[in-house]
């Protein structure tokens, strides 16, 4: 098992859907969730891509310098970099790094985004697209260290004596991580990619995902390997995660969901369909959020009524399956659910994934730098064997970790066990 954490160049804060509790995304801040991501054994980090986040290269390459052995899962997107140019970024990076990179590819699902950065493409034309975008790339990269070039001619894309004079460290190539919903998604990750990714949905979904895809693979003769993306809020007590979890939202406006909704509703991407789906039903089974936001003018968005918040926010509105909480995805794009409640709970909750196939767990929680914190220390103790021990550095190339011990007490001794202090001498 391998734990992921995110650095949330999009924006962070102890709210949602609000300025209220934002923090400035700038350096040093994610500076500071980079550090502790790396201090406390976290494999990696997700960068994430689109007009609404800095820039993921350019973010990559400020952390890896400030980090020691934190992996760095960056975006590549078809459409906006040629193939070519991605695995020069994607060789360098590696180098520069001592192999720290792993690749993001990402097909997008918002055309007005995507419109605006110059593709046109529906989406069975960018899947056709990203796959003769990744072949071209993993060839490129391949055969690299050989110094061979590779053509290629597609329907999206050409490349004639396409080659690269410094190779990346990792070989073949950096891994390959994807993510979709859709028939085409799971076949483009069967065929091509080294981990497929789902956000988080219930249990039975992901199953339902991870059979289709590995059925797939072994088609193409190949295996592939499974994550999974969720948010996670973890408290000492079940009803302080519970109660954490309503606390996040708790400042979001009916109109702000209702225009975030009609944003998500524009999309083509299934995995979004798939995630709003997951909540559609739980806003006190109100049928005129839909039809609200199809009413409202383009621009000043008003609440469809006043007075008190007329969506569900509760538990019971927006637990969708044991411990998966859907009030993320109420605002946010991409990963809407996480998973709520004490250690134990949530240490048992992804076990439960694990059982499935899933082996990476792609993580965040607000703020991230607490979070990242509260997850680790609550649990990370409650993992698998083989993952504490990865993640404590032993047999691994990760140093150890110091701790955690607490304050020293008495300016004597680590609070490590239990210490009966000596009789006092008279």
Known sequence: MQVFWFIPTHGDSRYLGTSEGARPVNHEYLRQVAVAADSLGYEGVLIPTGRSCEDPWVVASHLAAVTQRLKFLVAVRPGLHQPSLAARMAATFDRLSGGRLLINLVTGGDRAELEGDGVFLDHAQRYAQSAEFIRIWREILARSHAGEGFDYEGEHLTVKGAKLLYPPLQTPYPPVYFGGSS?????????????????????AEVARKVADVRERAARHGRTVRFGIRLHVIVRETDA???????????????????????????????????????????????????????????????????????????????????????????????????????????????????????????????????EAYRFAELVFPLLPLETRQRIAGTGGTARPLTGPFGEIVGNQYAPRTPRTPRASQS
């Open 240 to 370: 302080a995660a519970w109660a954490a979890a309503e606390d996040l939202i708790s400042r979001v406006t009916d109109e702000t969901v209702v225009q975030a909704q009609a944003v998500f509703a524009r999309m083509d991407s299934e995995g979004q369909r798939r995630m709003a789906a997951l909540h559609a039903g739980a806003r006190n089974k109100a049928p005129t959020l839909g039809a609200a936001a199809a009413s409202l003018p383009p621009e000043g968005m008003q609440s469809p009524r006043g007075g008190p918040s007329a969506i569900g926010r509760s538990r019971a509105d927006l637990e969708i399956s044991p411990n998966l909480w859907a009030g993320v995805g109420l605002v946010r794009g991409g990963a809407g659910t996480a998973l709520v409640g004490d250690p134990k709970t949530v240490a048992a909750r992804m076990q439960e994934y694990a059982d499935l196939g899933i082996d990476t767990f792609v993580l965040s929680g607000y703020p991230h730098l607490e």
């Open 183 to 203: 028939e085409a998604a799971h076949e483009l990750a069967a065929e091509q990619v080294d981990a497929y990714l789902t956000w988080g949905e219930p249990p």
